[in-house]
């Protein structure tokens, strides 16, 4: 069987959803660091978003179970911690989503510029930490609906 | 002692740092005075554990002798642990916890910050990695520390009773011993005293805007981070943490 090319392997990750925020997938998230061929080993780079996010382990059980589903046997899971992930990182297209799905999208000036229901820009932070390690705990102030924010790192 | 050893020491002592007090605080979980407080210790704890995964997985390879990072957490002794006192006393109220996590978190982020540069890659990338979370934990300890040491009267007692209670066992992170010296020379890591000064700075500026007093005793604890002699509150919280790994050895979740 002829090696799947690179460019195929990066799509069918870009379909592989984040566990925890499936609206995005993996790519968008810019946890995927790397993809390359060694010999007839696939080499898979990924990077943490949070030391300890428990979504870890079944991101990597998913790019695993995903690239097994398109015939790669020879899989190895490469952890990087350097250089850090950033929210940075995060496309275009997965911030777009986040919003449309309810999630203000990080910023650099460290909070929400907008509340992702309503589009008030009347929003306050009820607690820096949300319901997961890369989300804080926001509420809009006009239409009051609460909403987590993706925190900016 | 080899530099080899002195590593294992010094990786020891910065997982057992976050281990220990990781699990202290995740003693919060279902139980904080709101919510929002309750979430946020939780996801405080999470980090830590991350972080110490990472220390104490490169502490089991420089160590060489098979173990990973759950094999050190969940079978040493207590004298075995490396963690400074600090990290183990127990949660108190809430403002001790807090004030016990601010003292942390100013010489956690200062410490991880001159580890960024140091010589060897691996302790560089997981600092790098840890202090972007540590810096966001250090934001919110201290401005809790400030909300409630500057909030009504019976807050602001029970945050100077805190600092109080706690100074002594600040010093402990500033001493340094041989394995410190050889860190040091090897540029692997900071000797710990040149950090006092800073630390110092640090710390007084956050109280004095919660309007609280330091002690001006400099007395230190200390014989946690060199396993001389660890409180006895670390018994009690090995004996919750491990309990499950050692009555079912391996066991998976």
């Known amino acids: 069987m002829t090696q799947a090319s ?23 998230l810019g946890i995927i660091r790397d993809v390359a061929w060694d010999d007839e080993t696939l080499i898979v780079t990924v990077t943490p978003t949070y030391s300890g996010c428990p979504a870890t382990s079944v991101i990597n059980l998913d790019i695993e179970t995903a690239l097994r589903d398109h015939g790669i046997d020879n899989l190895q899971l490469k952890r990087q911690l350097s250089p850090a992930w950033t929210t940075d990182w995060l496309s275009e297209r997965g911030r777009a989503r986040l919003e449309e799905y309810g999630i203000a999208p990080p910023q650099p000036a460290g909070g929400p510029d907008r509340c992702p229901h309503c589009g008030s820009k009347n929003v306050t932070r009820v607690s820096q930490f949300g319901s997961t390690p890369c989300k804080a705990h926001w509420r809009c102030q006009d239409c009051l609906e609460p909403f987590d924010y993706f925190k900016c790192i | ?39 946020a210790l939780a996801n405080t704890a999470l980090d830590f554990i991350g972080q110490t995964q990472f220390w104490l997985g490169y502490a089991g390879e420089v160590e060489g002798k098979d173990q990973d990072a759950d094999r050190l957490a969940f079978h040493r002794d207590a004298w075995d642990f490396r963690n400074v006192l600090l990290c183990e006393m127990p949660n108190g ?21 001159r580890l960024l540069k140091s010589s060897d890659p691996r302790v560089a990338e997981i600092a790098e990695k840890a202090s972007k979370e540590v810096a966001y934990h250090l934001e919110r300890s201290a401005g809790t520390v400030v909300a409630l040491g500057d909030g009504t009267e019976e807050s602001h007692a029970r945050m100077q009773a805190a600092l109080d209670y706690l100074y002594p066992y600040v010093g402990e992170m500033f001493l340094s011993d041989e394995v410190d010296q050889q860190m040091a020379e090897a540029g692997i890591a900071p000797d710990p005293a040149t950090l006092r000064e800073e630390y110092d700075a640090l710390v007084a500026r956050v109280m004095a805007e919660a309007t609280l007093n330091i002690p001006e005793n400099r007395y230190a604890h200390k014989g946690g981070r060199d396993g001389y002699m660890h409180t006895e509150h670390l018994g009690h919280l090995l004996c919750e943490m491990q309990w499950l790994q050692r009555a079912y050895p391996d066991a998976k979740w």
């Open chain 1, 6 to 28: 690179v460019e195929q392997i990066w799509q069918w990750l870009d379909a592989v959803p984040d566990p925890e925020i499936p609206v995005i997938s993996l790519v968008d």
């Open chain 2, 1 to 39: 002692m080899t530099r080899q050893d002195a590593l294992f020491q010094f990786l020891l002592r910065m997982g057992d740092n976050t281990l220990i007090l990781g699990h202290r605080i995740s003693e919060w979980c279902g139980i904080a005075p709101v919510l929002e407080e309750d979430i």
């Open chain 2, 93 to 113: 109220d809430f403002g001790q916890t807090i004030m016990r996590q601010f003292l942390f978190d100013a010489w956690h982020s200062i410490f991880l910050g």
